[in-house]
């Protein structure tokens, strides 16, 4: 089997993407530390507990809504819970399982972070594109996301980049 090779432009447009996946995360979390003592990660666990109408999921969906290992997951909850952001519960109907809730604290400290989250998102992404860029991006993502996430466990979920849900 004979390799195939990136072309200049594959080439060049690919360091460019490992660029933004490497930049974007840690520019994401300095917001967040600064301005929300949250990494970006914990703010999407809350901002996915946030999107459940009981504010509550199973960890295993948690796990898969935030595209977290179990004991990733685990140990950011702990830090949440610790914070009063999060309860941990045992489901009612399945005693092995374990539901994670976003408590009142949680969701006020989720609502308070929430327009610097979206301000730097639309700062860093969307105010530097074109609305048919935007369009593209849109295209673009969703043909990466279907060839890396072909079961679609982040398909039709945000990732906490809109305003949080306070309904309960």
Known sequence: MSTRWLDAEELATWVRLVAVTELLPSTL???LRRDASLTHFEYLVLAMLSEDPGHTLQMSALAQRTNATLPRLSHVVRRLEDRGFVDRTRN????????????????????????????????????????EQVTQLGAITTALLDALDPEGRMTGHTIGSHRPSSKE
């Open 29 to 31: 979390d300095q917001q």
């Open 92 to 131: 009612s109907t399945d005693a092995r399982a374990t539901n994670a809730h976003l408590t009142e604290a949680g969701l006020a400290h989720l609502v308070d972070s929430a327009p610097g989250h979206v301000e730097i998102v639309r700062e860093k992404i969307f105010d530097v594109l074109t609305p």
